[in-house]
């Protein structure tokens, strides 16, 4: 199955282009071909937001190996060196091509006595393949930035804060010397930087230290540079990382793409892993503070009046007046407001479709049932998101043990008869039969709310009769004022007659006339009185 890019990478792509970069850039940068790239954005602009297949990405900042068989393009060791030639100098293809098949150099010494007859010692072969070894290796690219263009971010031990004696203990804390931790944020062009202490490297004193380092700076840059912590990356990946989902966030806000380093590799934000040196050795060292925030003032005033004031070892120029001409006009403008932060974690749906926050609970569509989804909430509201972070249910935040229910979250099969009202009963009634309608009409007109639950009885007599034999039924009842649900079930079972209303008659042959009854009843008088 072909590789698919991440929602973070998509959203460094996505936000580069917007800035003016160019397919070939973006790719240099995030490490993903130009098609791969201009793919994305087509797409982007199309309003598709699916991933796709990811061609074979290229490598960056990296000059091209040796080619050739033979190590043919290898450089000779330095010329003019003292000493005899080694006794492994014929063989020094052969060599170089076993070094190459990562052979090991005892392997490589039996080989060339039984194969070549070699007569040097064992000690003569490893000073000879860490000779070419070292004329092998290429030096370091050292990487240089645009003003604006890149801002090294990382942590660093910071100075003690110990509580004075006689003042009371902060909850939860029972030391009164703590550790602390030292955030700073160098611009790369300038070499401008902002300096900050927290207690701990949590995703939300991370954000907090870069907003205002941003602040502090006067603008945003366009891409921040920062190791594999785990307060922003949930998964390091020199190709493709997985960021902390708030982290996205906020870069979205700010209009800004994090790139993280080669996992291992300190050498990718180096300006940044100095400047920790500097700030511990100069401005911390030997020194202990009685609160964090006596600390980080003391940080602000040391950066102004010491860091900004030098002449930078490499730049050549003062920190300060290359950040004020050059730099911060680079700088993309800051948002109107600063990013909300909020609380999230990964929540499963239980079986009654809610996930649980702060004890509360709150329902999702039903086919996240039994799925992990993201949720977030600042005190306000409640997100839920999907896997792909697209967000899938909204609510208001809830007292515990509260729940909140969207109605579209309900199956349709789900939905109650009460809850559907009488209303939707009633045209589902119509759709039976003429005379179902009309017997549900005027049952419901007559029985009020109690009749609801009758009248969702008749829509599941549907479910075992035929609708023409309900029909019929509740036409017959119709005929009889009849408007009890049992009636309707015995007239479906006995398939009962109409009843029929007769005229009276005055003439018929079995109907004797009025005077044959007068004369029976005088003969029956007569009889008695004489008896």
């Known amino acids: 199955?072909?590789?698919?890019?991440?929602?973070?990478?998509?959203?460094?792509?996505?936000?580069?282009?917007?800035?003016?970069?160019?397919?070939?850039?973006?790719?240099?940068?995030?490490?993903?071909?130009?098609?791969?790239?201009?793919?994305?954005?087509?797409?982007?602009?199309?309003?598709?937001?699916?991933?796709?297949?990811?061609?074979?990405?290229?490598?960056?900042?990296?000059?091209?190996?040796?080619?050739g068989s033979g190590g043919q393009n290898r450089p000779n060791p330095p010329a003019g060196s003292s000493g005899p030639t080694s006794k492994c100098e014929p063989f020094r293809e052969q060599i170089t091509q076993a070094l190459d098949k990562g052979l090991s150099k005892q392997r490589i010494w039996q080989d060339l006595q039984t194969e070549h007859d070699f007569d040097g010692g064992y000690d003569c072969l490893k000073r000879f393949a860490r000779r070419l070894a070292v004329a092998a290796n290429l030096p370091?690219?050292?990487?240089?930035?645009?003003?604006?263009?890149?801002?090294?971010?990382?942590?660093?031990?910071?100075?003690?804060?110990?509580?004075?004696?006689?003042?009371?203990?902060?909850?939860g804390v029972k030391s009164r010397r703590r550790k602390t931790h030292v955030l700073r944020v160098v611009l790369s062009h300038s070499r401008k930087a902002y300096s900050e202490v927290v207690y701990r490297q949590t995703t939300d004193?991370?954000?907090?230290?870069?907003?205002?380092?941003?602040?502090?700076?006067?603008?945003?840059?366009?891409?921040?540079?920062?190791?594999?912590?785990?307060?922003?990356?949930?998964?390091?990946?020199?190709?493709?990382?997985?960021?902390?989902?708030?982290?996205?966030?906020?870069?979205?806000?700010?209009?800004?793409?994090?790139?993280?380093?080669?996992?291992?590799?300190?050498?990718?934000?180096?300006?940044?892993?100095?400047?920790?040196?500097?700030?511990?050795?100069?401005?911390?060292?030997?020194?202990?503070?009685?609160?964090?925030?006596?600390?980080?003032?003391?940080?602000?005033?040391?950066?102004?009046?010491?860091?900004?004031?030098?002449?930078?070892g490499t730049t050549r120029k003062q920190v300060r007046k290359a950040f004020e001409e050059i730099e911060k006009p680079a700088l993309h403008p800051l948002p109107v407001s600063r990013f909300p932060l909020f609380a999230e974690a990964k929540r499963k749906v239980n079986r009654d479709g809610h996930v649980e926050v702060a004890k509360a609970y709150y329902s999702v569509p039903p086919e996240y049932l039994s799925w992990q989804v993201w949720v977030r909430w600042d005190g306000r509201t409640v997100r839920v998101f999907n896997q792909k972070f697209e967000q899938i249910a909204y609510h208001v935040q809830q007292d515990p043990g509260r729940f909140s229910t969207n109605d579209q979250h309900i199956p349709r099969q789900k939905r109650s008869g009460i809850e559907q009202g009488a209303t939707s009963l009633l045209r589902k009634a119509r759709l039976i039969g003429i005379n179902a309608g009309r017997w549900s009409e005027q049952m419901v007109a007559c029985r009020g709310l109690e009749g609801v639950r009758p009248l969702m009885g008749l829509l599941s007599l549907t479910n075992k009769y035929e609708s023409v034999e309900v029909d019929r039924a509740c036409e017959l009842a119709l005929t009889h004022g009849a408007y009890r649900l049992r009636t309707i079930?015995?007239?479906?079972?006995?398939?009962?007659?109409?009843?029929?209303?007769?005229?009276?008659?005055q003439e018929h042959p079995i109907i004797r006339c009025l005077s044959e009854y007068d004369d029976l009843v005088h003969t029956a008088f007569t009889k008695e009185k004489s008896a």
């Open 205 to 312: 004193d991370f954000i907090r230290c870069i907003e205002n380092a941003f602040h502090h700076f006067g603008g945003v840059p366009e891409t921040l540079v920062i190791d594999n912590l785990k307060a922003a990356v949930t998964k390091a990946d020199w190709f493709d990382p997985e960021l902390n989902p708030k982290i996205q966030s906020f870069c979205r806000h700010y209009g800004t793409v994090i790139l993280p380093t080669k996992p291992r590799t300190p050498r990718h934000k180096g300006k940044t892993e100095r400047g920790i040196d500097y700030v511990q050795e100069n401005a911390l060292r030997g020194r202990k503070f009685s609160s964090l925030a006596e600390q980080n003032r003391h940080l602000l005033d040391w950066e102004s009046q010491v860091a900004d004031t030098r002449i930078h």
């Open 140 to 171: 370091f690219r050292r990487m240089e930035c645009a003003p604006g263009a890149e801002v090294q971010i990382d942590f660093g031990t910071g100075a003690p804060v110990v509580t004075p004696e006689g003042e009371p203990m902060p909850a």
């Open 1 to 67: 199955m072909a590789n698919q890019l991440k929602m973070a990478q998509i959203h460094s792509i996505l936000t580069l282009h917007a800035r003016g970069w160019s397919y070939r850039r973006i790719g240099r940068e995030l490490g993903v071909h130009r098609e791969t790239v201009k793919r994305y954005v087509e797409l982007s602009e199309a309003a598709a937001s699916d991933g796709s297949e990811m061609p074979d990405r290229c490598i960056q900042n990296r000059p091209n190996p040796p080619t």
């Open 489 to 505: 079930r015995e007239l479906i079972k006995r398939q009962g007659d109409r009843q029929e209303q007769f005229e009276f008659v």
